[in-house]
């Protein structure tokens, strides 16, 4: 079964709203955590770094107040999108590692489509 | 920045044949992760190695981690229609405890097409 859950799986806002999306982590604790983001036919492209107790971490031309994380608990990291335009539609998934006796292993979920109309 | 090298970007092939897919990188990294995603839905991990030189294999796929820490490949031996998807390799620079713990830098995905 799934280790990581996102909600909601599909969204559609009117622009200039906010809307926000869910990452869980199941039955493991994770301190950091991952955004991403994903046009179609393309490869993941890392948004920042979730970090429980502290502030995000963006990667370069991020927009860190438009792009609003916060690691709420060890199992929680929520990705807020604000004042939303229709080039921000996209799917966005996140991913957790958790640790393992040999190394960790990074788990997706399962995906949030933003549709911005 | 490091960028990984994905190839083939697209295969198409028949029901039963074997399938090689392989990444490339101008870094080192320790660990090297194989993923598949179908359309709509998040990355499912299939192959973690966490070794230079490490040959693991899931069913009917195996991977490999190169010896330089530069480079991995994925088979699919007996292709079936399920096989299906994108794939993409990843790789992580940092083990735990790292500045860069859990954060991946993605291939650019080989798309395959199984036909029945």
């Known amino acids: 079964g799934a280790v990581v859950s996102q909600h909601p799986s599909r969204v559609i806002c009117k622009s200039g709203t906010s809307v926000k999306i869910e990452c869980r982590s199941l039955d493991f604790q994770a301190t950091t955590m991952f955004w991403y983001r994903q046009f179609p036919k393309q490869s993941l492209m890392l948004m920042a770094t979730s970090n429980e107790g502290s502030k995000a971490t963006y990667e370069q031309g991020v927009e860190k107040d438009k792009f609003l994380i916060n690691h709420a608990s060890l199992t929680l990291s929520t990705l807020t999108v604000t004042s939303a335009h229709p080039e921000d539609s996209s799917f966005y998934i996140c991913?957790?590692?958790?640790?393992?006796?040999?190394?960790?292993?990074?788990?997706f979920g399962e995906g949030s489509w933003l549709t911005v109309v | 920045g490091q960028q990984l090298n994905q190839s083939p970007q697209s295969m198409f092939i028949q029901e039963g044949e074997d399938v090689s897919m392989n990444c490339t990188s101008s870094s080192i990294f320790n660990t090297w992760l194989w993923y598949k995603q179908d359309p709509g839905e998040g990355p499912v991990l299939l192959i973690a190695?966490?070794?230079?030189?490490e040959l693991t294999s899931n069913g009917r796929l195996t991977a490999q981690f190169g010896i330089t820490r530069k480079d991995s490949f994925l088979n699919i031996s007996a292709s079936i229609p399920s096989d299906v998807g994108i794939y993409f390799c990843a790789g992580q620079s940092s083990n735990a405890g790292g500045t860069s713990y859990g954060k991946l830098t993605f291939g650019q995905g080989t798309i395959l097409t199984v036909h029945p």
């Open positions: 190695l966490y070794k230079a030189g």
């Open positions: 991913s957790a590692p958790q640790p393992g006796a040999t190394g960790n292993t990074i788990y």
